[in-house]
């Protein structure tokens, strides 16, 4: 099973179900997404670009000998996932998206919802060079933290965890970070495929990034589709609610 977490975590974003996951008999592979934390990061937004990300992730697997595995994805975590699903499905058993939108889904859902569009203004912001870089590395990442804990409940970071994450930011690349948005914005518009993989759906009714009819889209585009809202959980449900999280993903694999 591989985990891949979202912006602007790293792979510690899955203590809460690394052990669980485990136990439960799967082989769990957390790896950093490039450039963050210990994983090299390209110089350059066209080494951020879908394809590649998802070419790290076959490779991942097959370097573990895995011919098919499972998928699961948090926020760009979970746009990398929806990618696999579509283009790689005889890869996979089962795909896990998380809080996290299909890239063509949201494109078109912020297109037709302005309330949407204003909650992702942060990604237009993340487009221009070397000032958000600077904004949010300014004053020991001053401004990330507060992006992360204005978007959460008061307790979902433990006392200390940010300073963990402020460790990565500064082992990785607030560049290579920002380039994964900056890389969508030079994609080709395409066809949608349909997804063949059985997939579970899963947002938290308080997220404040996006609107629940983004990730409703998406079923749309599934064979097999399958939709969970875990009511009073913000953008960081796996951290808020590990348990629910758990089992809704074992459940889900184990159908």
């Not at 082992?171 to 349909?194: D, F, I, Q, V, W």
């Amino acid at each position: 099973m591989v985990l891949l977490h979202g912006f602007p975590e790293f792979w510690w974003a899955w203590r809460n179900q690394i052990s669980p996951l485990a136990d439960a008999g799967y082989h769990v592979i957390v790896p950093d997404l490039r450039g963050y934390n210990s994983s090299d990061a390209p110089d350059g937004v066209e080494h951020y670009r879908l394809d590649l990300l998802v070419a790290d992730v076959l490779t991942l697997a097959n370097g573990y000998g895995a011919e098919r595995f499972e998928i699961v994805g948090h926020d760009l975590g979970a746009l990398i996932t929806w990618w696999v699903a579509v283009y790689h499905s005889e890869r996979l058993a089962h795909a896990v998206m998380m809080d996290g939108p299909h890239a063509d889904v949201w494109r078109r859902q912020m297109l037709k919802h302005p309330t949407q569009a204003l909650r992702s203004s942060y990604v237009a912001a993340f487009q221009i060079p070397r000032v958000p870089e600077a904004m949010l590395g300014a004053l020991d990442f001053a401004a990330l933290r507060a992006i992360m804990q204005g978007s959460a409940h008061s307790d979902t970071f433990e006392p200390g965890a940010l300073d963990h994450y402020a460790e990565a930011w500064r082992r990785g690349s607030l560049a290579a970070m920002l380039n994964y948005y900056r890389a969508l914005r030079h994609r080709k518009k395409s066809e949608t495929p349909r997804i063949r993989v059985p997939s579970l759906i899963v947002w938290g009714s308080e997220d404040c990034f996006l609107e629940r009819h983004v990730m409703e889209a998406g079923l749309d585009l599934c064979a097999d589709g399958h939709f969970i809202a875990i009511d009073g959980a913000t953008h960081w449900l796996h951290l808020e609610q590990p348990d629910r999280v758990n089992f809704e993903i074992v459940s889900f694999f184990g159908r």
